[in-house]
């Protein structure tokens, strides 16, 4: 990390539904009055936009959305002046949509550009992002270069995030930094038990 900077990175890592997204915004409501969610996902099918609206009403009215599959840069300029904090999920989804859309050879400078953003942060900012190494390998090319890139992306976030979480099970492991102290730690705990 180079230079001081305002607000805090937090990278948020799990499996599918460890409970990571879940932490994220606990995380989030806890610490601003005013949250801005930063989506990467895109409506492709009936499944997907099911997907889609249950996040949002799981998020509630008081957050501000914004939705970009690509220009995660830009975005998170744009959401940090709408609200008190970021939430970004998802990374992964975000990888699979540059891969995907503008093809390999794009990730290298969108990953650029999205690091040069978080470096130049001006409050908190959270990521959601897949941890997807720990399973089988994958049958086919593509999915092994998207585990590969997804692996190295992660790598890159978390030597950046002042905060590493890791989410199994819905319960929060710190990798690095502090996740949780004092009233962090009471509210974790009692949404554990609901």
């Not at 997907?51 to 940090?80: F, M, S, T, Y």
């Not at 540059?98 to 550009?113: F, H, I, M, N, P």
């Not at 950046?160 to 962090?184: I, M």
């Amino acid at each position: 990390m180079s230079g001081k900077r305002n607000g805090r990175l937090i990278l948020v890592l799990g499996g599918a539904r460890s409970g990571k997204s879940r932490c994220a915004q606990q995380l989030a409501e806890q610490w601003w009055p005013k949250p801005v969610y930063l989506a990467t996902a895109e409506i492709t099918d009936a499944e997907m936009a099911d997907r889609i609206a249950r996040h949002r009403a799981a998020r509630g009215p008081h957050w501000a959305c914004i939705e970009e599959p690509l220009d995660l840069a830009g975005a998170l300029a744009q959401a940090a002046a709408q609200g008190d904090g970021v939430l970004l999920d998802c990374i992964t989804v975000w990888l699979a949509n540059v891969l995907v859309k503008e093809g390999a050879t794009a990730v290298d400078a969108r990953q650029q550009a999205l690091l040069a953003a978080l470096q130049a942060r001006s409050g908190d900012v959270i990521l959601v992002s897949n941890e997807v190494g720990l399973g089988l390998v994958p049958e086919h090319a593509l999915g092994r270069q998207f585990r590969d890139l997804a692996g190295w992306l992660n790598q890159a976030l978390a030597a950046e995030a002042d905060t590493v979480v890791f989410v199994a099970a819905g319960l929060p492991l710190t990798l690095k930094g502090d996740f949780c102290s004092g009233s962090q730690e009471t509210e974790v705990r009692r949404q554990r038990s609901i």
